[in-house]
């Protein structure tokens, strides 16, 4: 198990390749709220990228850079996906308000030399929420006749979750002895490691039925 | 043996995330089912309101064939009526001529019949388009006729009870003697029946219509399979009254009929 999450922390973001392809695949299915997820993928895609260009030198400011993007890309899913099913102003608020704290977090709280905690803890406080309230509208409107042929739901599912097991290895890590512990850093590390393989996994899934979603979308 | 405090963390580590994991997965397995659940429910209801839309263009289309019945009954026997009778004293009129053309009296006595069966025609088309009385006398009334009518066309005899106590809005005294209509053209038409018994009661909850007859019967199944007509209208005009309707026969052995209305 430990030798399997060792190798899953350094080796997980292979992974990414399959939700790569298959947003290529589909690429010109990924409509309406589909087609952040697609910028998704690419920008995950292309912050692992850089992060393996620059891992020779410190490169932790990119972290507080991405955490804001994926943040606000995630999010801008959401509010196209809630439409006017929640109030309007909802979601671009908190991008406004959480992209605010995350540089004051960054500036004042959190430097850009090291982890910021901070801001990808309320992140994935504030998409948990959203995926709740995703799950909300789905069970309010009842639009889908075959729940897991949606995309939506597969991609709500990743995110869910991803960052809600993120969530809880980040304060249960910081409880425990992972700052002195170099094993159970890397425990942690694979564990998160394994939580993002999922996601991308789902997120597959959910961009391989885009097809159907194109026509539900369109018709 | 002690463990290390490390292990138990990993062990803390691996059991609280399994633990969380294992919460999330629940959650949306629940969810999963909670929507089937409301699907299907909601499915239920369209269909139910598929039902109930196909029910009231049914009833809605039935009441505008009975309107339609009333105007032409109305203007059969306001104006063609009316005109009838007015030729008839015209024609009665020709008799009293001077002087009298000869040849012409065979003539206009059979002129006179002519008309006079022509105005009983119009009379018997409008009395069977709009049951005669039913508005202005009530139920009974009009049951009466229907079951006289019956017994002259036919060689049949129908014993007719009805509670006195019986009061309905004037649709639903149409929509119950049409469906005692149907009933007595079966039998005539269909079942060759000899002797018919209606009953017509009422209890604290319901009103009871109990038709028998001693006719041919039929195969319920097989009737009712085929879509027959006349056991559609009994039925359509008994959920018009919200009522129920139930069929007991069998080949060679009659058939009764019990319609519950709801007071």
Not at chain 1, 126 to 133: E, H, P, Q, R, T
Not at chain 2, 62 to 70: F, G, S, T
Not at chain 2, 89 to 112: A, H
Not at chain 2, 209 to 227: M, S
Request: hydrophobic share 50%; charged share 15%.
């Amino acid at each position: 198990m430990e030798s399997f999450l060792i190798w899953m922390s350094k080796h997980g973001s292979w992974f990414m390749l399959i939700s790569l392809a298959a947003v290529f695949i589909c690429w010109r299915h990924l409509i309406g709220p589909l087609l952040f997820i697609k910028l998704f993928v690419v920008l995950a895609v292309l912050g692992e990228v850089v992060a393996e260009l620059t891992n020779s030198t410190p490169n932790l400011y990119l972290l507080h850079g991405y955490t804001i993007l994926e943040f606000n890309v995630i999010a801008l899913f959401y509010a196209y996906f809630f439409g006017q099913f929640y109030p309007r102003v909802l979601v671009p608020g908190l991008m406004v308000l959480f992209t605010i704290l995350a540089i004051a977090n960054s500036i004042w709280l959190q430097p850009l030399s090291g982890f910021n905690t901070n801001a990808s803890g309320l992140a994935a406080v504030l998409i948990i929420g959203f995926a709740v309230l995703c799950f909300y509208k789905m069970l309010a409107e009842l639009a889908s006749k075959r729940l897991t042929q949606n995309p939506v739901f597969w991609i709500n599912l990743g995110l869910l979750l991803y960052f809600a097991g993120s969530l809880f290895y980040m304060s249960l890590g910081n409880a425990l002895s992972v700052q002195t512990n170099k094993k159970l850093t890397f425990m942690v590390f694979g564990l998160h490691s394994l939580l993002m393989v999922l996601m991308h996994i789902l997120l597959s899934i959910g961009i391989w039925y885009s097809p159907r979603y194109r026509q539900i979308y369109t018709s | 043996m002690v463990q290390s405090p490390v292990s138990a963390d990993i062990y803390v580590l691996i059991f609280g995330g399994s633990m969380a994991m294992l919460f999330l997965v629940g959650g949306v397995v629940s969810f999963l089912m909670i929507y089937r659940k409301r699907l299907s429910e909601q499915e239920l209801r369209v269909k139910e309101m598929e039902i109930q839309h196909q029910q009231d263009v049914i009833y809605r289309t039935l009441d505008a064939v009975e309107d339609e019945r009333k105007r032409v009954a109305r203007d059969l026997h306001d104006e063609i009526g009316a005109s009838l009778s007015a030729m008839r004293l015209l024609v009665g009129q020709l008799t009293q001529c001077n002087p009298p053309l000869s040849g012409t009296d065979n003539l206009i006595n059979r002129f006179k019949d002519v008309i006079d069966t022509t105005i009983d025609s119009v009379r018997r088309i409008s009395s069977d388009l709009l049951p005669q009385g039913l508005d202005e006398l009530g139920l009974t009334y009009a049951l009466e006729g229907l079951c006289e009518n019956a017994m002259s066309l036919a060689d049949v005899s129908v014993e007719l009870t009805v509670d006195p106590a019986i009061s309905f809005p004037p649709r639903d005294n149409l929509v119950l003697y049409r469906l005692v209509q149907e009933l007595l053209n079966n039998a005539i038409k269909h079942a060759q029946a000899t002797n018919i018994q209606l009953l017509l009661y009422t209890h604290p909850d319901y009103v009871s219509l109990c038709y028998a007859d001693d006719g041919r019967g039929f195969d319920f199944g097989t009737a009712y399979q085929q879509r027959s007509l006349g056991l559609k209208n009994i039925e359509t005009r008994a959920q018009m009254l919200h009522g129920t309707v139930s069929f007991d026969t069998q080949p060679g052995k009659g058939l009764r009929v019990t319609v519950h209305i709801p007071r």
